[in-house]
Structures are given as structure tokens and as C-alpha cells.
């Protein structure tokens, strides 16, 4: 037989699911850490530019919902619609506005932080503190936009926490309700996101096998309760609708034109946006490689943390089967590997960040794992302390640019350093845009589309070259609220809204308002949004519209002819 290896040395513990009423002090001393985090950054990322198109649309969907129109049937949403009805409650007690949008942008940050938090708290406050630091600091440079995926993550990984309390407490009442709340979180995070359904799908098996039967059943319920609403959006939307815009759309439409080289470049960046990001960026004091080098680096060791983390999970549970340490590594491995492919098919630092997230955060507890198995007779809190500080270093000196330097420029601009945002604002709505004269511009055809119409008349907003779809400036309908959107295409994207026989040349010929912007006309990336598609809705243009101006040669306003 082979020797049994040494056990990873667990802390004593209060029974599972209930921390010693001694430590509850040192908690709140750790979450304060993580707090501060979140708060040094806070007063920045509330007032920082956000993206035009992704921001905008998360601004615009939501609100479109609470005037009645469907995701899929009314407009493109490539996504479950989980985020939109949540946002667009959020809206419908605060209001519609950047404020609201970015708050929840941030519960959505913390969410994932605080499952990190309750998940790594298994090993320790320390390694605890660590995880959740790492996380923060790989999602913070990410911005306040409110995307499904971010919230759906978090959803996902507190549905883990729930799921794994439910697993380790011995008191059965407790393990169903813990049960039920995992269910419910985890039907909700596909209920954001749909193609989240692969990370919770393989970390579920993990999580449920070897469970008692009565807590599977108590959570595949309360799962099936927490998707059911899409039940709701078949109906609504219908089907095909439905079918076309989460399948169809992003799977086989979508990819040739989104997708980026991999791995990513060593000496260049590929995707558009990250280069213009690149632009505005903070010195970082600490000698480091370039941003492409960066990149580069950081796809290898995204690969190489998914394969540690599952590795040591995979090890863990064979040695020690009934340990729920050693279950929840392998649980938050099979999650990382699940989502891998949202950082696969377009290889940039968004999507890295939003993989990243979680595991990042789990390699220091997974090298502390490998270390007291390897070496069982050094000190926990030395192993803890250090496999902390190799996260971090990593963040610190192989990728800062993406991370610890962008945080540090969020820092900077909550006390009044660096800032470099320039307020976009019509009546008691604002947004913010990264360049001086983008916004001045912005203002300009804001004021003057505002001047020329009246509410309730439909506002097309398109790039300069209609026969390309590259991107969108999505937040103009957000700023101007008393026009209807004209299209369906409120998110653009290559492939789809200029494909031949799409309704955009409809959709414009319905519209008495066109903004055209030619900020995105020199949008060149090594994908299929080159291709140009038929020129039909720019003899729309041509035929059925007027230009009223041009506003520092970036903004074009139209309005029909007749």
C-alpha cells in the first residue's frame, strides 16, 4: 500500500459553519482590512471615465426594461437578464443615473471579494485577508460598470460559500437553509449570466458529491427556483428571440469579430481599447516590464494558477476525502477552470481581471496546502504569511500595470491626483469621458440634438461608418432621456449589426435623430471587425437624412429630411 501523506494542519476550530465566538474580534479587524481597500479607491472610481458602450449600455438597458421593452425582442442583450431586472429595480427606487449604476457596480465587486473572504476563512484570517486583498486588487482597476458578468461571478462564489457551509455543519436545520440560500444564489448567477453555467456546473458536481441526499435535493430546489425566471423570459421575449440573442448572437456570430490572437503579443497590444487605455496610464515606480510583456505574462500565469489550484484541490481531496478544506480548493479549481474560456476568447485584460478575480485569490492557499504537505514541521502562520506575500508580489512585479498600478491611479484621483476625467452632463445626467475633447464635443451635440427635437422622437446612435460596427456610444441615449432609442443595435458589434440582412438600415430609416461618432473610426484590430459590410444603411443616410453638424470633427448630428 502506499504511505498515507501528511495531512495539511487545519486549525482548531468552533463546529463547522460557526467561528469561535473568541475570534469574532480579529474578524472584523480583517474584513475592516478588506474594507479599506475597497475605500481608499472608492471616491476615484465613482467620478473615472467608464467604457462608452459597455457602461452606456448598462445604463440604457435597465432603463429601457422599466419602459416596457424585452431583452432579445427589443434589443440586443447578450447575456441572461438577471442583471438588467436587477439594475433596473435598483433604478426604479434610486433612480436612473451613473451613481446608482456604479454603486451596484461595487456590491457586485464585493460580492465576489466577500466569497473569496468567507471561502479562504477555512485556513485563517491571514490567508483570508490575502485571498480577499488579491481579489480586490485584480477586480478594482477594473472599473465601477455594472456588467452581468461581475455579478454574476459574485453571485456564484457566495453561492459556493453557502454550499460548503451547507456541506460542513453537523446541525441539520442549519445545512438546509445553508443549502437553499446556495441554490438560490447559484440559479441566479446563470440567471446573469448563461454561459456561467460551465464553471458552476463542474464546481456542483465537486461541491454535492458525497452530500447527504437531503441537502442535494433542498439545493437543486432552491437552484431550479433561482433559474426559473427565465421561464418568464421565454415567455415574454419568446423563444426564437431568445434563441437568436444568448446563443446564436454571441456563439456564432459574435467570435470573428471580438476574438484577439492567442496567447496576446509580446511586443503589442491587439485589441483596440486596450491600447487607447494604455495612453492614460500612471507612472508605476517600480521597474517593470511593458504593457505587452505584461500580458503576456499574465495569460501564462492565469493557465498555470487554474492548473495549481485544481491540482492542489484535486490532491487534497484524495488525501484527506472528508475534509472540507480540502473540498473547497477543489470546488473554487473546477470554478476557475470553468470560466477559462470567458479569458480565452478575447484576450485582454478585462478578461483576464474578471478570471482572475477568483483565481488569483486562491493560489496562496493553495501553495500553502502544497507547503505544509511538503513540509509539514514549518510554522502555519510563516506558510500563510508567505504564500500571501508571493500573490501579491506577483500582482506587484509581474503584472502591476493592470493591477496594483491601476488601483494606485483610482487612489490618486480620490485625493485630487491624476485625474483625468472630464464631466459630460445634460440636465441632472452625467458621464464621464477620459479625454478633453471627446467630452467637449460630446456636450456640444448633446445640446444641440436636445435643441432640434422633441420627446418621444427616436434617436439612432451609430459610428461614423455605418458599414462597420466596431463599438458604440451607447451612453448618448443615457443622455438623452426624453428620445426612444431607434435600434435595436444599442450595443454594436461587428459581425451582427452589419451583417447582410440585419434591420439597422430599418432601424435607421425609423429614426428622426442620427449621431454618428467618428471617434471609432480608425477601430483596427486582427479579427473580423476589418470586414466591411454592405453599404444599405448608408444610403439610408444618404437618402432620408439631413446633417445638422459637425462638432470638433467627432461628432456628426443628422436629422430627416423632411
Not at 180 to 196: E, K, M
Request: net charge positive; aromatic share 12%; proline share 7%.
Amino acid at each position: 500500500m502506499r504511505p498515507a501523506e501528511p495531512s495539511v494542519r487545519e486549525p482548531a476550530r468552533a463546529p463547522l459553519g460557526e467561528p469561535p465566538r473568541r475570534g469574532r474580534g480579529w474578524d472584523a479587524l480583517a474584513l475592516g482590512i478588506v474594507a479599506l481597500v475597497f475605500a481608499l479607491p472608492l471616491r476615484g472610481l465613482l467620478r473615472a471615465p467608464g467604457p462608452p458602450m459597455e457602461e452606456g449600455f448598462m445604463l440604457v438597458f435597465p432603463e429601457q426594461v422599466l419602459r416596457g421593452a424585452l431583452p432579445n425582442r427589443d434589443f440586443l442583450h447578450l447575456y441572461g437578464p438577471g442583471s438588467l431586472w436587477a439594475l433596473a429595480g435598483v433604478f426604479k427606487v434610486f433612480g436612473v443615473s451613473l451613481w446608482s449604476e456604479r454603486v451596484f457596480g461595487l456590491v457586485q465587486q464585493l460580492a465576489i471579494v466577500f466569497g473569496v473572504f468567507a471561502i479562504a476563512r477555512r485556513w485563517g484570517r491571514i490567508l483570508a485577508v490575502s485571498a480577499a486583498v488579491t481579489s480586490a486588487l485584480v477586480i478594482i482597476p477594473f472599473g465601477l460598470t455594472a456588467l452581468a458578468w461581475v455579478g454574476a461571478v459574485g453571485l456564484a462564489v457566495c453561492g459556493f460559500a453557502a454550499g460548503l457551509e451547507a456541506r460542513a455543519t453537523p446541525d441539520d436545520r442549519r445545512a438546509l437553509r445553508w443549502a437553499t440560500a446556495a441554490g438560490v444564489l447559484l440559479g441566479l448567477a446563470i440567471l446573469f449570466r448563461l454561459d456561467l453555467v460551465v464553471g458552476v456546473g463542474l464546481a456542483s458536481i465537486a461541491l454535492v458529491r458525497g452530500l447527504e441526499p437531503a441537502r442535494v435535493k433542498r439545493l437543486a430546489i432552491a437552484f431550479a427556483a433561482g433559474v426559473s425566471p427565465y421561464v418568464i423570459h421565454l415567455a415574454t421575449a419568446g423563444p426564437g428571440h431568445v434563441f437568436q440573442g444568448m446563443v446564436v448572437d454571441p456563439v456564432f456570430r459574435l467570435r470573428g469579430g471580438r476574438s484577439l490572437p492567442v496567447p496576446p503579443g509580446w511586443n503589442h497590444f491587439d485589441g483596440f481599447l486596450q491600447n487607447a487605455g494604455a495612453l492614460a496610464q500612471i507612472s508605476w515606480p517600480v521597474p517593470a516590464l511593458t504593457g505587452p510583456h505584461q500580458l503576456f505574462l499574465w495569460f501564462f500565469s492565469l493557465l498555470g494558477a487554474i492548473a495549481f489550484v485544481l491540482w492542489q484541490g484535486w490532491q487534497a481531496v484524495r488525501n484527506r476525502p472528508g475534509s472540507i478544506r480540502a473540498r473547497s480548493l477543489l470546488v473554487m479549481g473546477l470554478f476557475g477552470a470553468g470560466i477559462l474560456p470567458q479569458a480565452l476568447q478575447r484576450v485582454d485584460s478585462g478578461h483576464f481581471q474578471w478570471v482572475s478575480c477568483v483565481v488569483f485569490a486562491f493560489v496562496p492557499v493553495a501553495g500553502y496546502e502544497l507547503i505544509c504537505r511538503r513540509a509539514p514541521k514549518l510554522k502555519s502562520r510563516r506558510v500563510a504569511i508567505g504564500s500571501g506575500a508571493f500573490a501579491l508580489a506577483v500582482l506587484t512585479l509581474v503584472i502591476p500595470t493592470f493591477t496594483v498600478g491601476w488601483y494606485g491611479d483610482y487612489a490618486a484621483q480620490t485625493f485630487g491626483r491624476h485625474r483625468a476625467s472630464f464631466k459630460i452632463q445634460n440636465g441632472d445626467r452625467v458621464f464621464y469621458y477620459g479625454k478633453p475633447d471627446r467630452a467637449a464635443a460630446a456636450n456640444m451635440v448633446i445640446a444641440a440634438a436636445a435643441s432640434i427635437s422633441k420627446p418621444g422622437q427616436r434617436l439612432f446612435v451609430g459610428p461614423g461608418d455605418l458599414r462597420k460596427t466596431p463599438y458604440s456610444d451607447a451612453y448618448l441615449y443615457y443622455m438623452l432621456p426624453d428620445l426612444v432609442p431607434a435600434t435595436y443595435y444599442i450595443e454594436m458589434d461587428p459581425g451582427v449589426a452589419n451583417a447582410k440582412g440585419s434591420r439597422l438600415p430599418r432601424d435607421l430609416e425609423s429614426a428622426d435623430i442620427a449621431i454618428l461618432s467618428k471617434i471609432w473610426d480608425n477601430w483596427t484590430e486582427p479579427n473580423d471587425s476589418r470586414i466591411v459590410g454592405p453599404d444599405t444603411t448608408e444610403q439610408v443616410l444618404r437618402r432620408d437624412f439631413c446633417r445638422v453638424g459637425t462638432y470638433l470633427d467627432l461628432y456628426e448630428l443628422y436629422r430627416k429630411c423632411h
